[in-house]
């Protein structure tokens, strides 16, 4: 049974920093493809980041230059640092993940690419 848990949230001013984590336990974890996700309310979840088995990522255009997505496979552990946050960055922060050959079929950064999900740790930026 794939698990998934985030930890890291927080509340923080504009132009702070917050380092998100997901510890990950039930799979192979190195042969795998993880993401960070978002959602505010009222709103859609949006693909914020993603790494492929081979440590390539790709971000939503929003945060490019400001967030930061790896990996620790030995510890199992993915990570996302958020700098420069701002407002709109608010939300529930979820980690994903699947097979690559599941998530490399199509857009990594949406949704449906993704089978496993945490609990979400909440992230709020103050202006």
């Known amino acids: 049974q794939v698990q998934l848990v985030e930890s890291g949230g927080g509340s923080v001013q504009a132009g702070g920093s917050l380092r998100l984590s997901c510890a990950a336990s039930?799979?192979?974890?190195?042969?795998?493809?993880m993401g960070w996700f978002r959602q505010a309310p009222g709103k859609e979840r949006e693909g914020v980041a993603t790494i492929d088995s081979d440590f390539s990522t790709s971000y939503v255009d929003s945060v490019k230059g400001r967030f930061t997505i790896s990996k620790d496979n030995a510890k199992k552990t993915l990570y996302l640092q958020l700098n420069s946050l701002k407002p709109e960055d608010t939300g529930m922060y979820y980690c994903a993940a699947a097979s690559c050959r599941r998530v490399r079929a199509g857009n990594p950064l949406i949704k449906s690419a993704y089978n496993y999900w945490g609990q979400g740790t909440q992230v709020t930026v103050s202006s």
């Open positions: 039930g799979w192979t974890y190195s042969n795998n493809c």
